[in-house]
């Protein structure tokens, strides 16, 4: 038997509280939602992070996070959504498989993502853009045919 829980899911028979499915991906109701419609999305095989995904496969899946999230928005009272998708444990990802919540969202609903109020100089900014548009330009470089 597996230890993945989201493969565990998979594997039923029939996916208790599916909401949707292809063939590469599912999204079911979170078994403990911060609101009702909260729903995971989810790729069907198995992979611990999103940057251990098929690029292919990460367009699929994120395809399919906008289909719910249309849903879900849609749902009486919902005003808006919040998508959270994280990458190790310091990310909030507390089961080792892709997966994106789908939240609705209230207003006043008193759902807090706390965002730090200190600024990061210039200088460090500037170190850290030239890093990333080099390590970006190098990953497109592998990715090229």
Known sequence: MTECAICRVILEPSLPWKVYETEHVAAVLESCPMHKGHTLVFPKKHYDTLMDMPL????????????????????????????????????????????????PRYEGDRIKIAH??????????????????????????LEAP
């Open 56 to 103: 292919e496969e990460v367009a699929e899946l994120f395809k399919s996070v906008a289909s719910v999230a249309q849903a879900v928005i849609n749902l009486p009272g919902v005003e808006g959504i919040t998508l959270i998708q994280g990458n190790g444990e310091c990310a909030w990802q507390n089961i080792p498989h892709v997966y994106v919540n789908v939240i």
């Open 116 to 141: 730090p109020s200190s600024r990061i100089s210039n200088e460090i900014q500037e170190e850290v853009l030239q890093s990333l548009v080099k390590e970006i330009n190098e990953a497109i470089a």
